[in-house]
């Protein structure tokens, strides 16, 4: 359905609210994985033995197009990052408890499965081993438009998708106000977080003078960052008005659609010269993934400023 009424777009957000009874918590956490004793990032064939031993926990592939890109189990899924960082996208759970099972389960399941593979995996939030170049790409269509899109506005966004990993947590909202709170309270909270689970002081092999260095990262990547409008009054509406004027990433159709870079406004009016159609809510939905602030909304808030950490991390940032 294509859809000009801003209305429509804004009651995509009261869509997400939740009774207090319904309200779950959910956690995605990235992994490097290096093979080999020079520590090389995990190559594309290995990683495919990797995911084909996995199906005896019951994961079932991924494909984009023939290429394998990641698994799904349930309410679970491993998906493919551009350098083929691994991240378990984890099921919307009751409580921090299951969230701590379910993430010792699949480091577990992946210490299994990576048995004669040579693999190693380490919990930090920069690749400390391998320089830019040396990173394997993963052949998602996505990528390759971030890939040449992403540097025109964030001078270290290649190393923000090839070189960093994180972890993720997903709340949901029981109304607007309470929105409100939890998304400026993620902001207010975001430089705290980020030094108590700062874990990526090394890059190729030397201190970078950061205990973060990810976080570094981060802030000089397109469409990263805290948000402008984070600490003002906030409502959907504020809301969907600030993201809109963010430029298009990508459109889904048939194929992916390729930026010019016109804003999602002119998608929504129509204007988007790539494309004959109005935005859809889809197409909304595709473009609320390809902002990258620390706090971000779509039917549930997801807060994003902790670098990947080990077990305990997993249980005790989120």
């Not at 379910?102 to 380490?122: C, M, Q, R």
Request: proline residues 4%; hydrophobic residues 30%.
């Amino acid at each position: 359905m294509n859809i000009k009424n801003k209305t429509q777009f804004i009651e995509y957000f009261s869509r997400g609210i939740k009774d207090i009874d319904q309200i779950k918590i959910g956690v995605e956490h990235e992994r490097f994985l290096f093979e080999g004793q020079n520590k090389k990032r995990i190559s594309y064939q290995t990683l495919k033995k990797l995911f084909e031993n996995l199906k005896v926990s019951g994961w079932q592939p991924l494909f984009e197009k023939e290429n394998i890109i990641g698994m799904k189990r349930d309410n679970q899924q491993i998906t493919t990052e551009p350098g083929l960082q691994c991240e378990l996208s984890g099921a919307p759970l009751e409580d921090i408890h299951q969230v701590c099972g379910e993430s010792s389960k699949f480091l577990k399941e992946i210490e299994t499965a990576s048995k004669g593979l040579d693999i190693n995996t380490v919990s930090i939030g920069f690749d400390p081993f391998n320089d830019l170049s040396d990173v394997p790409q993963s052949s998602k269509t996505r990528y390759k438009i971030m890939k040449k899109e992403m540097p025109k506005r964030g001078k270290q966004s290649l190393e923000m998708m090839y070189r960093t990993c994180g972890i993720q947590i997903n709340y949901d909202y029981t109304s607007e106000s309470n929105f409100e709170k939890i998304f400026r309270l993620g902001n207010y909270l975001t430089p705290l977080t980020i030094a108590l689970y700062s874990n990526s002081p090394f890059e190729s092999g030397k201190p970078t003078g950061y205990y973060s260095y990810r976080n570094k990262v981060w802030q000089n990547t397109a469409r990263g960052g805290i948000m402008p409008i984070a600490f003002e009054k906030m409502t959907f509406e504020k809301y969907f008005d600030h993201v809109i004027e963010y430029p298009i990433l990508f459109a889904l159709r048939d194929k992916y659609v390729e930026p010019n870079g016109q804003c999602f406004k002119d998608f929504i009016l129509g204007n988007f010269s790539n494309l004959k159609d109005e935005a859809n809510l889809k197409d909304f939905e595709t473009h609320l993934a390809t902002i990258f602030t620390e706090v971000r909304l779509k039917q549930y808030i997801e807060v994003r400023s902790l670098d990947a950490c080990d077990w305990q991390c997993l249980c005790d940032g989120p």
